[in-house]
């Protein structure tokens, strides 16, 4: 009888995983682990030890002093210096008092420049209206500026002053010869109605010759000061027109060529001709021989 061979039991494993296994397949399934695991655990660990090494006082100075010659190192590089300083667009004047208010000694780094506090330093200057600073390739330090031009000057009971189209009184005159080619305008509230009084000096152009100057009167209007003491007094309102209807009686009559002092046109509907202290006294001495001949 052929001997029968025992079964052999096979033992298969279990597909399925366990429970940690699937656990941690759930958990790398999720966007935020799998950030937090490949940045998050990364740097926890960098700052662990970046903390733990810069506890100590000795290693921390030593950081900090590698890190202040390396950045020395880096900014005293030729191509860092600057070792000069161009004005552009300034007068000789002015470039010398932008040279006093930005002292710097050349060579100096270009990260050691302050531009914005040069360039509100230069533009703070009154003959100043705007400027731009810059570092050109070469290392120089560029200032360009753009200087007020006068328009007139100006006597106040300060002095003799320019001043610009702003009404801006940036500079002061020590006489009037200094600049006989701008009008004079003097008086106080001047800065305040510029633009009315270059209006009236376009208008007396016909009378450029003899203007000596425009005068404002109590802050309220303005009179035309002539050569020979004469005085054209114009009103508070339309003084333009007002000086216009002289300069027509002017052309007609020849009013100015006479021994007139004033001419008062403060009351359109009443102008007033006031004759000079010498034409006064002819004309007193001539009617005074009249009424003499007369009575003889």
């Known amino acids: 009888m052929r001997e029968m061979k025992p079964l052999r039991s096979t033992l298969r494993s279990d597909p399925a995983p366990s429970r940690w296994n699937y656990r941690y397949n759930r958990l790398m399934l999720t966007p935020l682990f799998r950030q937090v695991l490949r940045v998050g655990v990364p740097f926890g660990l960098a700052l662990m030890v970046g903390l733990i090494y810069f506890a100590n006082d000795a290693r921390r100075d030593n950081f900090n002093l590698a890190l202040a010659d390396l950045r020395a190192q880096i900014e005293n590089r030729p191509e860092f210096m600057v070792k000069l300083m161009a004005v552009d667009g300034a007068s000789e004047e002015v470039a010398e008092d932008i040279r006093e208010i930005v002292p710097i000694d050349f060579p100096l780094s270009s990260f050691d420049i302050d531009l914005e506090t040069i360039r509100s330093d230069v533009a703070g200057l009154q003959a100043v209206k705007a400027a731009r600073v810059k570092i050109k390739s070469g290392g120089i330090l ?14 106040s009971y300060e002095g003799l002053e320019l001043i610009d189209a702003e009404g801006v009184a ?36 016909p009378l450029q010759e003899r203007l000596r100057g425009l005068a404002r009167i109590g802050e309220r209007r303005w009179d035309v000061v002539l050569d020979r003491d004469q005085r054209i007094m114009l009103p508070e309102d339309r003084p333009v027109q007002a000086l216009q209807r002289v300069l ?25 001709i006031r004759m000079s202290d010498e034409a006064t006294r002819t004309r007193w001495k001539v009617r005074a021989s009249e ?4 009575e003889e």
Not at 142 to 155: D, L, N
Not at 252 to 270: E, G, T
């Open 142 to 155: 560029q200032i360009e500026v753009e200087e007020r031009q006068p328009i007139a000057v100006w006597r």
């Open 291 to 294: 009424v003499g001949k007369e």
């Open 170 to 205: 940036f500079r002061a005159l020590e006489s009037r010869s200094d600049r006989p080619d701008l009008p004079l305008i003097a008086g106080e509230g001047v800065t305040q109605n510029l633009a009315e009084a270059m209006q009236v000096l376009a208008a007396a152009g």
């Open 248 to 272: 027509a009686l002017n052309t007609a009559r020849d009013l100015l060529a006479r021994d007139v002092a004033i001419v008062d046109v403060r009351l359109a509907h009443r102008p007033t």
